[in-house]
């Protein structure tokens, strides 16, 4: 994983990557803990119904999963917190179509990275709201 200069410029379908904010890497992105890598999806409109929002889509799909963290654990009262002795794995997995929940007026609140040209998110399994996979009905 090799990180770019910061003054590279990086056209892409209109998206000029020169700021500081994004990282432009090029190779392969190893999430660790419960982190998922997200490539974001156009949205798809309805010509039944008419829905307005201001921000970008938080729909996408998984490119690269953690394997999983062990939880937090609190007494009563939360005065301690110590980690749990139990492994919960991550629940979703490469391919899945996933709900993330979150972003600001500017635009999302996750770390936005460019890997090898195309804009990606890196969130939490916590912000998924929900997730579907490939295959699967909806209903």
Not at 64 to 74: Q, S
Not at 92 to 114: N, Q, T
């Amino acid at each position: 994983m090799i990180a770019a200069p910061r003054n590279l410029p990086v056209k892409k379908e209109g998206l000029d990557v020169t700021e500081s904010k994004i990282d432009i890497l090029y190779g392969r992105l190893r999430m660790l803990g419960d982190r998922i890598l997200v490539r974001p999806m156009d949205p798809k409109l309805s010509d039944v119904i008419v829905a307005f929002w201001h921000g970008k889509p938080v729909r996408g799909e998984v490119v690269e999963v953690g394997p999983g963290e062990y939880p937090n654990r609190y007494n009563r009262d939360r005065s301690k917190v110590w980690k749990s002795k139990v492994f919960r794995p991550t629940e979703v997995r490469k391919g899945d179509l996933v709900e993330l929940g979150g972003f600001d007026i500017r635009g999302y609140a996750f770390p936005r990275i460019v890997l090898n040209g195309v804009e990606h998110l890196i969130a939490s399994e916590k912000d998924v709201c929900g997730y579907t996979r490939p295959g699967e009905s909806v209903c």
